[in-house]
């Protein structure tokens, strides 16, 4: 995903508000492109600090707009072979999404993946702020921006947003203590869980982990600067798998494949 | 503005510390250029990585620690691979306030792995869009390869003459990292693939050095040569996003600023560096600066026309292939190069009837660009 001047037809691939270029007023344009051709293929023989496995397999790909970008993968690919955002269609599914700089993009990424699965499922959110006193304001935490996203993406894709059943926007200012209360609360729905839980690693220092699990919806060390991945499962065991042996590269998402770089795995740490 | 005095350490893997190799630069540009440190007004400082290799920030502050004066401004510069050149530019434009600087550049890459170097220059690249997805240097130059071999029908035999004419230069450089080294085509040829379709011989090597320039507003010495012109700019960080992957038309931009400010044309230069970091960039770079048309490169190197002692000179002492790429010092390096060879004291790499000469210089993948000409 990334910006286009209405205007001046400037592309930024930053989350900024306005085109200072053109001084235009006109809101930027959001691209979300769907399909990518590859235009060229490098494999990468050497291991470097945050990609030790090779061989792996760089793309450039092109998208419906025109556009290039690049995309990191294991698997062997074929030039001008056509790339599409899949939908789900297996029962189980871990989707993983990179959050870069327009973070909305990861949002719309999992929602797109689970879009057929959206029509039969309603959505429960619950903002968990695990640090009683956050330093963001309530209008800028990552949770809520994640909420204010998939609304978003909800409304674009004309899918009624009564799916949403219930909202917990910021409903708690969380001790430590009240955390295994609140886990009683959300359990027993039968609903996907959207769980975002903001200052992840905070909870990991106080060794309390359980909530990792129970997410279905989750980001990991989400704070809007240094946000980085970004999680949904409609399989607890299949996900708690995955976050407890750390399967960082071998596995192959529904959806989009991923890997976990270095500075991300030590928020993976849980033992 | 003038350059009055240069040094170079040896590029290569060195026992020395970053401070010992920015020191023996200091100290010998002084000389070259017969002044003392205390007439210095002003120091302008090249480094990538030190942040990384060294755990040292505000090497700024650093430096008067090695010259012994304090009290002065030193502005440091960091711009990826095109460091250098960006801070001889910075210089130049200082000028206009100060009327002698030092411009320092230095890099220590050789106490890391190969691994750690990658990840600490990659950090050169768009965190979000490119260090993630595994875009380490090599493999983003291999893709610009890529793309530009198959639309101008370039072959890997033309990348290998790159590398062996730069390796026979370097080979007689003494200053170079590969100085005194046999390097054939058949060693490149059989060299391992690092990213697809760039060889370990396509790739510039992770060196050691320093180098020093001083340059003032007077012409001093006799053998003081003239700064026809230095421009910068800088571009969008991320190597892929446009339409078209490989127009790069910001070189262009950069290159006719200069030329134009220097009242010149690019005929009228004699001698060339141009940042080799991978072989292609010497494909790709003398096209857009309008030395040769788009697609004709490679008649040109097939030809041998941008040998050292033909029509087109090109890294007549190795360019970053042959004499190592310390990041923070390569752009300065180019610099020393073209003032040696209008000075007539190249060595063996000695160009003959150089007026006038160009040193370009790029940090990440043309997004930190300068563009230097020097004239006798």
């Known amino acids: 995903m990334y910006k286009k001047c209405k205007n001046c037809k400037r592309i930024y691939w930053r989350d900024i508000k306005s085109c200072l270029y053109c001084k235009s007023n006109s809101k930027l344009e959001l691209i979300f492109p769907k399909i990518f051709k590859v235009i060229g293929i490098t494999t990468v023989n050497i291991p470097s600090r945050e990609h030790m496995r090779v061989p792996y397999y760089i793309l450039l790909l092109k998208n419906e707009f025109g556009h290039t970008s690049i995309k990191k993968t294991y698997k062997e690919h074929k030039i001008n072979t056509i790339l599409r955002q899949r939908k789900l269609s297996k029962d189980n599914y871990i989707i993983c999404s990179k959050m870069k700089y327009i973070k909305k993009s990861a949002v719309f990424n999992v929602l797109h993946y689970l879009e057929k699965k959206l029509k039969n499922i309603q959505i429960d959110i619950n903002l968990v702020n695990c640090k009683p006193k956050d330093k963001f304001e309530a209008g800028q935490m990552p949770s809520k921006y994640i909420t204010n996203s998939v609304f978003e993406y909800l409304d674009k894709h004309n899918i009624d947003n009564n799916i949403i059943k219930n909202e917990y926007i910021d409903l708690i200012k969380l001790k430590y203590p009240q955390l295994s209360n609140f886990k009683n609360k959300i359990e027993g729905k039968l609903t996907l869980k959207i769980v975002t839980i903001d200052n992840l690693k905070v909870i990991k220092q106080e060794n309390n982990t359980i909530y990792l699990i129970d997410a279905n919806f989750l980001t990991i060390n989400s704070t809007l600067k240094k946000s980085s991945l970004l999680f949904a499962t409609n399989n607890l065991k299949l996900f708690k798998e995955f976050l407890e042996n750390k399967h960082i590269y071998e596995k192959t998402f529904y959806g989009e494949e991923t890997e976990i770089i270095q500075d991300e795995l030590k928020y993976l740490n849980f033992n | 503005m003038f350059v009055n005095g240069s040094y170079q350490t040896k590029f290569g893997i060195r026992v020395e510390s970053l401070d010992e190799l920015m020191f023996e630069a200091i100290k010998g540009s002084l000389e070259d250029a017969n002044v003392e440190i ?339």
């Not at chain 2, 960091?78 to 009327?99: Q, R």
């Not at chain 2, 752009?331 to 004291?345: A, C, E, S, T, V």
């Open chain 2, 38 to 376: 205390q007439d210095i007004d002003v120091f302008v400082l090249s480094n990538n990585l030190a942040e990384f290799t060294e755990k040292q920030c505000n090497l700024a502050a650093v430096l008067p620690s090695l010259t012994g004066v304090g009290g002065k401004p030193v502005f440091n510069c960091e711009a990826a691979c095109g460091a250098g050149g960006t801070a001889f530019t910075k210089a130049v434009k200082l000028l206009n306030i100060y009327d002698k600087i030092m411009i320092i550049g230095a890099e220590k890459m050789s106490d890391y792995s190969t691994s750690d170097m990658l990840y600490f220059v990659g950090t050169d690249s768009d965190r979000q869009l490119e260090q993630r997805e595994g875009l380490i240097f090599p493999a983003a130059g291999a893709l610009v390869a890529d793309q530009y071999m198959k639309r101008y029908n370039i072959s890997l035999d033309d990348l290998s003459l790159i590398s062996l004419k730069n390796h026979e230069n370097g080979k007689v450089n003494p200053y170079a990292h590969f100085y005194g080294k046999e390097v054939n085509l058949e060693m490149i040829n059989n060299s391992p693939i690092l990213c697809s379709p760039l060889r370990l011989f396509d790739c510039s090597a992770n060196s050691d050095g320093a180098v020093a320039v001083i340059i003032s507003k007077k012409k001093v010495n006799k053998k003081d040569i003239k700064i026809k012109a230095s421009c910068t700019a800088n571009f969008d960080l991320a190597t892929f996003g446009s339409k078209d992957p490989i127009d790069f038309k910001q070189i262009t931009e950069v290159s006719d600023k200069t030329l134009k400010s220097a009242e010149c044309k690019i005929d009228d230069i004699d001698i060339f560096e141009i940042h080799d970091g991978f072989s292609i960039m010497e494909i790709i770079v003398p096209e857009y600066i309008g030395l040769f048309e788009k697609g004709k490169s490679k008649f040109a190197i097939r030809d041998g026309e941008t040998r050292k002692d033909s029509k087109f000179p090109i890294n007549t002492t190795g360019g970053l292939k042959a004499c190592g790429h310390p990041l923070g010092a390569s752009g300065l390096r180019q610099i020393h190069d073209i003032r040696r060879q209008l000075l007539g004291k190249a060595g063996k790499n000695q160009v003959n009837k150089v007026k006038r000469g160009l040193a370009f210089n790029f940090g990440s993948i043309f997004k930190s660009i300068s563009m230097t000409i020097l004239e006798l």
